[in-house]
């Protein structure tokens, strides 16, 4: 698979890139497109990458994807690989994000 080196510093050995761990809890009526998801609200200027695992209610899941375009985290319904749709209740559904930027 190809990688865009392109993107952030690729070697980061200075330290100049801030994380951040949160749990993510979904929205009370999802928008088709996604979440958005401002640096401000991680304390950053810029979000070079967003890594997500799941998000569960305890029984089903969701999967994440941050759309680095739109700045959206969008989430998809996993065994049929569609977003999930508009006005969807997530409100029940966390997981963890690990947001890398500066």
Known sequence: MP???AVGNYFDHSGSFIRR???WTGPAA??????????AI????????????SITDGTTIRIGAWNRGT???????????VEVANGVNLST???????IGN
């Open 42 to 53: 991680f304390g950053m200027g810029s979000i070079a990458a967003i890594l997500i695992t």
């Open 71 to 81: 700045n959206r985290l969008q989430w998809f319904v996993p065994n049929t690989n």
């Open 3 to 5: 990688f865009t080196r």
């Open 21 to 23: 761990v949160a749990q």
């Open 93 to 99: 559904f966390t997981g963890c994000v690990e947001v």
């Open 30 to 39: 999802y928008v088709t497109g996604g979440e958005d998801v401002l640096p």
